[in-house]
């Protein structure tokens, strides 16, 4: 079973379990169809063996298609994406901060990035700043420091040694 688990989506062609396990092709159809039979009456587990041609694979068994559909709507079962990466290090940097202000260094809109940080519950809102519109505020959660397996703020790169002089007309070591 590790084989099929380890080919994943990709499966794996009978004749290279044949080789694989160094069996005959016999052999290997009566373990793989006692494997079949295992996984289908198996109420705890949620996977099945199929045969595509010759072909086989792990899946999902088909009655626990709602729950996953809802797992991977929930943006739970996905890595972040880079503008939500770069989202999440301008709050963990200068929070509390407003949405606006996030779209004002980054140069583009954010709200996509900070609904899936707050989805992720990597970000919370903490409070509304006292300005016109009251916007909300953002900081990061435990979940952001268990994420990045960090204890606190200062564990996080010093700012300075990503800082980029090129607007000012700086040169390292110059002023």
């Known amino acids: 079973m590790a084989l099929l688990f380890v080919a994943g989506d990709q ?43 010759s072909l086989y694979k792990l899946v999902t068994k088909n009655e626990f298609s709602d729950l996953l559909t809802k797992y991977f709507k929930s943006g739970l079962g996905t890595k972040l994406s880079q503008a939500a990466l770069e989202v999440l290090s301008i709050i963990a940097y200068r929070q509390p901060i407003t949405r606006i202000e ?26 509304k700043k006292n300005v016109p519109g009251h916007p909300n505020l953002y900081v990061v959660t435990d979940e952001f420091f268990d994420y990045f397996g960090i204890k606190s703020l200062d564990d996080l790169p010093k700012i300075e040694n990503f800082e980029d002089n090129s607007n000012t007309g700086e040169i390292d070591g110059e002023s």
């Open 11 to 53: 499966g794996i062609k009978e004749k290279d379990l044949v080789e694989l396990l160094e069996i005959d092709s016999a052999a290997l159809r009566q373990n793989l169809e006692e494997l079949q039979v295992k996984l289908l009456t198996d109420g705890d587990s949620g996977i099945q063996l199929v045969n595509y041609n």
């Open 102 to 127: 996030i779209d004002e260094i980054r140069g583009v809109q954010s709200s996509g990035s900070l609904n899936t940080l707050l989805m992720r519950k990597m970000i919370k809102e903490h409070g």
